[in-house]
């Protein structure tokens, strides 16, 4: 018992590591994106205005991130507490689930707005830009898995209830 | 059993986009081997390599083919062996999430099946991290910021996995006492 409990702590404790490092990278890129969007409203307002969007975007994307994450972590709490069936953290997978599917849309989003932003030319100089997103299917079956686990933790929360009750 | 009819669409199409993700890494598998093993006829005597399975449209590579040396397809075979086993662990993968969401299609997703499918869901997401973290380390590569958060990325998936796997155990463990109960 001893043994596999401390094999728990250490996943636990590897996953809890893993959440807080991308949380505080999030963090930083947010500031970054932040900053990056004022030091260049100030100093190039022409390109910062074509670039509005996309930065502003940008940080949508790390907002879902760093909630969808937070709730990531709040759920390994729960582990750790010994109590993961519970209607808190079925809401927690739900709000992922759209979480995850929004990050999607923002990526679509990215996409478009990069799309007609391959060549920039101010001041002069030709700038290139290289965006990514687009729809990934794996991000789609991540969703649905969110969803399906959500349902699947209600499920867990009703039995818990019940072996509550007759205990 | 008291499943809603939103559940029925949801978990169609939850096993619908994991099939069809088995069914293009499948596919991705058995392009690798194709590309990879079946169209370079090599021949030992005169060092040269053909292709004769593919046939003309690969005809124009020919001669960047036969300056390749032994040791270059042995690379071919070893990358394209490569993929084709990064697809295999892929179709792996998915299986596992269509036969977990079969299962709570099927009434009850608290079985030990499901908590042993998720672990070896864990260890599919973390096996290429790791590979990734040895070979970083062998070849004492300097630390690369946009590939650790990748990798932190990928990680947390293969530790959530884990993770879940325990509470699954716990939810099985949990429907037995329900059933010793009743």
């Not at chain 1, 930083?28 to 969007?53: E, K």
Request: glycine share 8%.
């Amino acid at each position: 018992m001893t043994s596999s409990n401390s094999r728990r702590d250490i996943l636990l404790l590897g996953c809890r590591v893993v959440v807080y490092l991308l949380l505080v990278s999030f963090a930083l890129a947010l500031v970054l994106v932040v900053s990056v969007t004022i030091v260049g409203a100030v100093a190039n307002p022409d390109l910062a205005q074509r670039m509005a969007g996309l930065n502003l975007t940008g940080i949508v994307m790390i907002g879902i991130a760093l909630r969808f994450l937070w709730l990531l972590g709040r759920i390994v709490d729960s582990v750790a507490e010994e109590d993961p069936f519970s209607r808190a953290n079925a809401r927690r997978l739900h709000e992922m689930a759209w979480l995850a599917l929004a990050f999607q849309l923002t990526a679509l989003l990215i996409h478009w707005l990069g799309s007609d932003m391959r060549l920039v030319h101010t001041r002069g100089v030709t700038v290139l830009f290289s965006t990514g997103g687009g729809i990934y299917v794996h991000g789609v079956l991540l969703a649905l898995v969110l969803l399906v686990l959500g349902r699947v933790f209600r499920k867990g929360a009703d039995m818990r209830d019940e072996l509550g009750a007759t205990v | 059993m008291a499943y809603e009819t939103r559940n029925v669409a949801l978990f169609g199409a939850a096993r619908g986009v994991a099939f069809v993700l088995m069914a293009f890494f499948a596919l991705g598998a058995a392009l690798f081997v194709w590309i990879g093993f079946v169209p370079i006829a090599y021949d030992g005597a005169t060092g040269e390599m053909s292709y004769q399975v593919l046939g003309d449209n690969l005809e124009r590579d020919h001669s960047i083919a036969t300056s390749l040396d032994v040791t270059m397809l042995t690379a071919r075979w070893i990358l394209h062996g490569l993929y084709a086993a990064i697809c295999l662990l892929a179709v792996l993968f998915f299986a596992q999430i269509y036969l977990i969401v079969r299962s709570a299609q099927r009434g009850d997703p608290f079985i030990s099946a499901n908590a042993t499918r998720l672990s070896r869901m864990g260890w599919i997401a973390l096996a290429p991290v790791l590979a990734a973290l040895t070979v970083r380390l062998l070849r004492l590569d300097p630390p690369d910021p946009t590939q650790a958060v990748e990798m932190a990325i990928v990680s947390s998936l293969g530790l959530s996995f884990l993770i879940l796997a325990r509470v699954f155990r716990h939810g099985a463990a949990m429907r037995e006492d329900l059933e010793g109960t009743v």
